[in-house]
Nanobody
């Protein structure tokens, strides 16, 4: 599985961005896909994940009600719609795929990682 994250950029607080994760490989469609983020000087942290079917999702508390994850298995893509962005959302965002596990939230449960895309939210 290869992953390519895109869609990052600079946005003012309160604005929106939509990140995309394009996957390739046979197992992408059967894998859970998650988004993690890493702010400068901080560890990589869980943001959200979606099951292979798209029927189940999980979010970290700080983004609930603002971020929405979705997937289109026909297009091999997972999207992250981010609304009401805050300066504390500034980070490099990574998508990752997990072949096993039910909505894993720990980075070491993911088998494949994309290269990351930078999101900067100005105050």
């Amino acid at each position: 599985v290869q992953l390519q994250a895109s869609g990052g950029g600079l946005v003012e607080a309160g604005g929106s961005l939509r990140l995309s994760c394009a996957g390739s490989g046979r197992t992408f469609r059967s894998s859970a896909v998650g988004w993690f983020r890493q702010a400068p000087g901080k560890e990589r942290s869980f943001v959200t994940t979606i099951s292979w079917s798209g029927k189940s999702t999980s979010y970290t508390d700080s983004v609930k009600g603002r971020f929405t994850i979705s997937r289109d298995n026909a297009e091999n893509t997972v999207s992250l719609q981010m609304n009401s962005l805050k300066p504390e959302d500034t980070a490099v965002y990574y998508c990752a795929a997990a072949e096993c596990g039910n909505l894993p939230t720990l980075p070491d449960k993911y088998d494949y990682w994309g290269q990351g895309t930078l999101v900067t939210v100005s105050s």
